[in-house]
């Protein structure tokens, strides 16, 4: 009977590993494993076939050259299994390898130790590559909790950032204080964390560009991140492939013209933190290998438990990647190329007792070692086979730490933790003249400056993130001069291989083009009420962004504007569902000096605004912009200063009473037609354009009170002598109002108007009535808050209207005048 192929595979396998320590008694020592590590026959084949291709490439010296890192590696992935082992578990570190006792372990043990222990031997594999060819690459890591294996390996290779290096070291002091630090939960008196030591990647973590505490984020990233001739290694998990979906379509958007080289590698530890993913649950690598290769990749499996399969994957990935960007520019290929890809399986929590098993996300060994003596002996058992001697430990240090040696940068400073992008050349913008009473749609000013602002700026690699209708938001110019990134071109139609707008249904996955292109420049725009869906990746990119600032690093990538369009005000054609302001509202909430939302209300308004984003480094810059036809109303020297300090008269009376401030272009257009009342009526008023109420808000740190609104400004615009305030805004009034505390001079004389969660199939009249934020309900506030009531100042049929007992449309009639 014959044997299967894949019997008679193994043992080809098999025979050709054995011939190959048959051949060279170093390779046969390294084949023998170390501690916990064991490097399977098919490891052993591909390891000695990479060695000999970098010779040939010139990389190497020769085969024992390769093999002495590879040595190195094995003990210093064995120190980062036994450190992050003690970070959980010890309060206490010895370098002798002693056993602990109970006094030497920590009361309230935490860390997600499972994923960390298996991350440890796919970081060590990253520099193991790195140290072999000489070339320090980019890292990515999507599963943020697992940071204790970067922290711990970090430490021991030397490769740390100030925060760490001036904290810790390699001695028992230094060990001990760090596993101390780590999960302590210890606040300082400035409300900061008294430890650098995370329980996710943070600003401390040698090297790190996101957070991770948002699964699935890195897989939608990875693909967009390197510029050609960078070099990108993603890793990535099994848990994270059901979190957010938009991964799959890496092979679509992969160039070899205008990316670099991507090496994607998922963790398959087949474990969520109470039960099995879903890839395990569908049948495990055998079924994702098959998903993948339908979806474009090019997966093959290696030995998660081993860091050299993990140096040879990145490698071999690179390999295939460059041949396959070579064949279509030889025109032996074409796009979409297969994405190589690689899995590696992996029990959760390799190294420790209890692996594989749903204990092993936090807590392998339990939560009481002080008490349980069985634990404590587990424990023992598992750092004595993980244990390496310090002398030992030291040589396998110097060697990976080949920096100098090989004129390399080290791995804290890879190039994407580095980036840093210059200002680009503003063009002369297309500034309009308002006294010529035109009626523009803000979008388009958008749309002329922007493809003004590409075309001088040739050198920076643009994207556009578009969840669809980019037409309908009037990027038309954009569109047109960029196109659609597809594979296959449809005539007639703005779609283009080497297109620059990444269009998908799929907010989180467009957002995640733009946020990950950090070496070029930037737009997204969506429907207002989609971009709620972009929340988590926004505020992750905000926050990170403004933990690296606090630590003296400032992110150096161009800042990213997310225009929300179509929006609340404007999007009557459609049901409540897409009148929506929480995008906005929400970031309002976050910190203004890294989170600006503002409202352009015309052409200039809107233009000013993108070109002041562009001359920023790493914020986030929300944009709420009507698309539909808006009066012109700001020169460009006054749209400029809008901008700069946040807020601007657009009328100012002498000795006014009242203060309109209105945040949004309709509100802005019904408080002109209120105050024209007003005014007929004898109150003297002012109308505030407001554009970034953040700038106005009582500032929570320096930080933040750093970027606010100078103080004359302020007193300018909202002197002490008028009480009598009306806010208008774009979005609801108790999330304005808390925003804007610190102008709100009480609860009589201080009244606010917007979304009160009222629309459906209205137009922009409608929406406005609805919600009673028209001009006849801004005059009756306003009268109110000056103690005279609203007759005084609106028509009976006026008045019977705005309390819901007349004909709305008197409103559209009757706006202006005496009434």
């Given at each position: ?10 043992q ?6 054995a011939?190959y ?8 020592k ?9 490097h ?38 064995s ?14 570190v ?8 109970m006094?030497?372990?920590?009361t309230?043990?935490e860390?997600h130790?499972?994923?960390?222990l ?19 690459r980019s890292?990515l ?37 760090f596993?101390?630090d780590f999960?302590?939960?210890k ?22 560009l ?13 693909v ?13 998990s099994d ?15 992969w ?36 998903h993948?290769e ?5 997966p ?7 860091p050299?399969?993990y ?9 295939r990647?460059?041949?396959?960007g ?5 025109r032996?290929?074409?796009y ?26 936090n807590l ?26 310090p ?17 390399r940068v ?43 602002i590409?075309?001088e ?17 009037r ?30 249904l ?17 737009l ?18 905000a ?9 003296d690093?400032p992110?150096g ?5 997310i225009?929300a369009?179509?929006?609340t ?5 459609n ?21 600006r939302v503002?409202?352009?209300?015309d ?5 000013a ?31 400029k ?19 309109i ?8 257009l ?8 007003l ?14 109420p ?10 933040e009170?750093?970027c ?7 007193h ?27 102008l ?7 009244r606010?108007l ?7 199939t ?25 103690e005279?009531?609203p ?13 819901g ?15």
């Amino acid at each position: 009977m014959t044997r299967p192929k894949k019997v008679d595979k193994l043992q080809r396998i098999k025979q050709r590993a054995a011939l190959y320590r048959q051949q060279n008694p170093n390779f046969a020592k390294w084949a023998a494993g170390y501690g916990v590590i064991r490097h399977s026959d098919l490891t052993q084949c591909r390891m000695y076939k990479m060695a000999d291709h970098l010779f040939l490439q010139g990389l190497a010296k020769d085969q024992d050259d390769v093999l002495n890192y590879l040595h190195a590696a094995d003990r210093m992935a064995s120190a980062g299994l036994w450190l992050v082992t003690h970070m959980t578990y010890a309060k206490n570190v010895y370098l002798d390898g002693r056993d602990l006792d109970m006094t030497d372990f920590k009361t309230d043990p935490e860390g997600h130790t499972g994923g960390a222990l298996n991350m440890v031997l796919a970081y060590v594999g990253y520099l193991t590559i790195n140290a072999i060819t000489g070339d320090t690459r980019s890292w990515l890591m999507g599963q943020g909790h697992c940071v204790a294996a970067i922290d711990a390996t970090n430490l021991l290779m030397g490769n740390m950032t100030k925060a760490h290096a001036d904290r810790y070291n390699f001695s028992e002091v230094g060990l001990t204080r760090f596993v101390r630090d780590f999960y302590s939960q210890k606040v300082r008196p400035d409300g900061y964390p008294e430890s650098p030591v995370g329980s996710h990647v943070n600003a401390h973590t040698a090297g790190g560009l996101i957070e991770g505490g948002y699964l699935g984020f890195a897989e939608l990233y990875y693909v967009h991140m390197p510029l050609p001739g960078e070099r990108l290694v993603a890793f990535l998990s099994d848990g994270a492939f059901e979190e957010q979906k938009g991964g799959d379509w890496a092979p679509r958007w992969w160039r070899a013209e205008d990316c670099g080289l991507v090496a994607p590698i998922m963790i398959a530890n087949g474990r969520r933190i109470d039960q099995r993913t879903t890839v395990s649950m569908q049948g495990g690598v055998d079924w994702f290998r098959d998903h993948l290769e339908l979806n474009g990749f090019e997966p093959f499996d290696i030995d998660g438990k081993d860091p050299a399969a993990y140096a040879w994957a990145i490698w071999e990935m690179e390999e295939r990647l460059s041949a396959h960007g070579e064949a279509v520019k030889s025109r032996q290929g074409q796009y979409p190329v297969p994405l190589p890809y690689a899995i590696a399986e992996v029990p959760k929590g390799f190294g420790l007792p209890n692996a594989g098993t749903n204990a092993a996300h936090n807590l392998p060994l339990g939560g009481d070692l002080i008490h349980d003596a069985s634990a404590r002996q587990a424990f023992n058992s598992g750092v004595r086979q993980t244990w390496v001697p310090p002398e030992e430990l030291g040589i396998a240090v110097q060697t990976l730490a080949n920096h100098n040696r090989k004129h390399r940068v080290l791995e804290r400073d890879h190039t994407l933790a580095a980036r840093r992008v210059s200002f680009p050349k503003i063009p002369k913008l297309d500034w309009h003249d308002p006294n010529e009473k035109k009626l523009t749609s803000p979008m388009r000013a958008v749309d002329n400056a922007f493809c003004q602002i590409i075309k001088e700026n040739p050198g920076l690699r643009p994207r556009v993130g578009n969840p669809d209708e980019i037409r309908s938001n009037r990027l038309d110019k954009t569109l047109d001069l960029l196109k659609h990134r597809v594979t296959d071109p449809e005539d007639h139609i703005a779609e283009a291989i080497d297109g620059k707008v990444v269009t998908a249904l799929n907010e989180e996955a467009i957002i995640s083009a733009a946020l990950a292109n950090k070496g070029g420049i930037n737009l997204v725009a969506t429907y207002e009420a989609f971009a709620v869906k972009m929340l988590g990746a926004v505020r992750q990119e905000a926050i990170f962004a403004r933990h690296l600032a606090e630590t003296d690093h400032p992110s150096g990538w161009l800042s990213i504007p997310i225009i929300a369009t179509s929006h609340t005000w404007e999007n009557g054609k459609n049901e409540i569902s897409h009148q929506d302001p929480t995008f906005c509202e929400a970031l309002m909430s976050e910190m203004s000096d890294v989170s600006r939302v503002l409202f352009p209300v015309d052409w200039n308004t809107a233009m000013a605004a993108l070109e002041a984003v562009y001359q920023s480094h790493g914020q986030i810059w929300a944009m709420v912009i009507a698309k539909r036809l808006i009066p012109e109303m700001f020169t460009a020297e006054q749209a400029k200063r809008l901008i700069e300090d946040g807020a601007v008269h657009l009328h100012k009376q002498n000795k006014a009473e009242l203060l309109i401030v209105t945040v949004g272009s309709y509100q802005l257009l019904e408080a002109k037609k209120a105050a024209e009342r007003l005014t007929a009526k004898g109150l003297a008023n002012s109308v505030i354009c407001m554009v970034e109420p953040g700038r106005f808000r009582q500032p929570r740190d320096s930080r933040e009170n750093a970027c606010l609104a100078p103080e004359y400004v302020k007193h300018e615009l909202f002197p002490t002598s008028i009480q009598a305030r009306v806010v208008v805004s774009h979005t609801r009034p108790e999330s304005i109002t808390g925003v804007l505390r610190s102008l709100d001079t009480g609860p009589t004389s201080t009244r606010t108007l917007g979304y009160l969660n009222r629309g459906g199939t209205l137009d922009v009249f409608g929406m406005l009535f609805s919600n009673k934020c028209t001009w006849a309900h801004i005059v009756a506030e306003a009268a109110l808050s000056v103690e005279r009531k609203p007759d005084d100042f609106l028509s009976r049929d006026e008045i019977q209207a705005i309390n819901g007992q007349g004909k709305p449309d008197v409103l559209q009639s009757s706006f202006a005048g005496s009434g």
